[in-house]
Nanobody
Framework: EVQIVESGGGSVQPGGSLTLSCVGSDFTFSAYAMSWYRQAPGKERELVADITGDGSRINYATSVKGRFTISRDDAKNTGYLQMNSLKPEDTAVYYC????????????????WGQGTQVTVAS
């Protein structure tokens, strides 16, 4: 069965940086689109970024454009979210999710989810 594990969360000051990792196992990682979602207290889960299996198409939420970078290394079965210039508003649990999809296409929905990693941005 598909297994996804996120790591790299923590507590940082405003303006700091973190890199989250998403490791997949028991599936062909390159055949799956990958996404990062986040959920802050009292708010709905929102899409942060996603990327096609071959890396040819990338999408970002407007709130993180220019600050976050999504990437993947299929040889390592690992996806990444590099987060720079972090703001208190970025505080949330961040989730990695994957969905099998043809190359060049971003799926409408994601079926396989990790457990999440906490990111806290505060002074």
């Amino acid at each position: 069965e598909v297994q996804i594990v996120e790591s790299g969360g923590g507590s940082v000051q405003p303006g700091g940086s973190l890199t989250l990792s998403c490791v997949g196992s028991d599936f062909t990682f390159s055949a799956y689109a990958m996404s990062w979602y986040r959920q802050a207290p009292g708010k709905e889960r929102e899409l942060v970024a996603d990327i096609t299996g071959d890396g040819s198409r990338i999408n970002y939420a407007t709130s993180v454009k220019g600050r976050f970078t999504i990437s993947r290394d299929d040889a390592k079965n690992t996806g990444y979210l590099q987060m720079n210039s972090l703001k208190p508003e970025d505080t949330a649990v961040y989730y990695c999710a994957a969905q099998q999809a043809p190359n060049g296409l971003l799926p409408r929905d994601y079926d396989d989810w990790g457990q999440g990693t906490q990111v806290t941005v505060a002074s």
